[in-house]
């Protein structure tokens, strides 16, 4: 017959021995104090504490913490909108890390402000200094409401847009900021349309062009003391590309927006170009990227285009994520 052995356990008792001296107990009347405070370890003084390579690091921080927000709008009243916020900093050579904590509480300060890239400029100046770094940036994403009219039906409905607010400051405290904004819309392929109407023409054959739901993506460098509203972003891409998808729809809206479509017949590299006009119009925007992907209907896989305005240093139209475009 075999004896079974009797592990130790560190929590928990066993049979026969005294109560573990660790207390398993949580103190809710304890209050820290300035002196018990100063008795807390601290891993950025620890010494021989770095793994791996001794280099500095461009970006470490934090993302995603969510906070509402106000945002102005045009009409002038302010919207609170959830916010997910990502902060980070550069780390020097020899140091271990840095107070994450830190830069949630230096954003917390500003959280009762309305937020516009200007401020966005001004909170990232704070930020840098605050949290003590070479460099620092700061990205808001949220999900913005415009009302939107029907085409005919007079009805109203809310269109919603992905935004984001992004702030870079470097080491030379030179601060740039950018607006981040989505435009999906309706492309109908000429191509397509002409095939359509030469069958119509030639042999009576009834057909329909193909076209499909599609998406802009915007990134906007914004001028020094400049601003920039989503409505306005959101004008730029409506005018360059008119067929903007709908929101509240009767009949007579769909023959509307059948009617546009064909109006607003485009290849991707047509709407690419479509926004580079309606952007390089605007005076308050010193650099921009465009990447469009048209979700075809005819193949399965998708047309997409990259276009950048140029700026000497600045955004080079290196877009890859294409699949973050399907909508």
């Known amino acids: 017959m075999t004896t079974k052995t009797t592990t130790k356990l560190y929590l928990h008792k066993v049979n026969g021995e005294a109560d573990s001296p660790l207390r398993q107990h949580y103190q809710r009347d304890f209050r820290v104090t300035p002196e018990y405070r100063e008795t807390l370890p601290d891993m950025q003084n620890a010494s021989q504490a770095l793994q791996g390579e001794n280099v500095a690091i461009q970006q470490v921080g934090i993302s995603n913490f969510k906070l509402p927000l106000k945002y102005s709008t045009q009409t002038g009243e302010p919207m609170t909108l959830e916010t997910s916020v990502t902060g980070t900093v550069s780390l020097e050579p020899n140091i271990k890390g840095i107070n994450m904590s830190r830069i ?3 954003f917390y300060d500003y959280q009762d402000e309305v937020f516009s890239l200007p401020l966005l400029a001004r909170i990232l ?3 840098k200094t ?3 770094s070479h460099s620092a940036r700061i990205r808001l994403s949220f999900s913005y409401p415009l009302l939107q009219k029907s085409l005919r039906s007079e009805l109203f409905g809310y269109q919603y847009y992905e935004v984001a607010f992004e702030g870079r400051v470097d080491a030379n405290n030179r601060v740039r900021t950018f607006m981040h904004f989505d435009f999906v819309y309706s492309s109908a392929c000429p191509c397509s349309a ?3 109407e030469h069958a119509r023409d030639v042999r009576d054959i009834y057909s329909i062009p193909h076209s499909q739901r599609s998406k802009a ?3 906007a460098e914004v001028a020094a003391g ?3 509203t989503i409505e306005d972003m959101h004008m730029h891409c409506l005018n360059a590309l008119q067929t903007e998808t709908q929101v509240m729809v009767k009949r007579e809206d769909e023959q509307a927006f059948a009617e546009m479509n064909g109006a607003a017949i485009k290849f991707v590299e047509d709407a690419a170009r479509l926004i580079y006009e309606q952007l390089n119009k605007d ?3 010193v650099d921009f990227e465009v990447a469009c992907a048209h979700l075809e ?3 399965s896989h998708d047309a997409v285009s990259v276009i950048a305005k140029g700026v000497p240093g600045g955004l080079t139209a290196d877009f890859a994520d294409f699949k973050s475009l399907i909508c």
Do not use: F, P, Q
Request: aromatic share 4%.
């Open 217 to 219: 993506r915007v990134i």
């Open 104 to 106: 949630m509480r230096s």
């Open 194 to 196: 002409e095939l359509s």
């Open 226 to 228: 400049e601003n920039v």
């Open 125 to 127: 100046e704070a930020y």
């Open 283 to 285: 005076r308050r925007i």
């Open 130 to 132: 605050d949290v003590g």
């Open 297 to 299: 209907s005819l193949h």
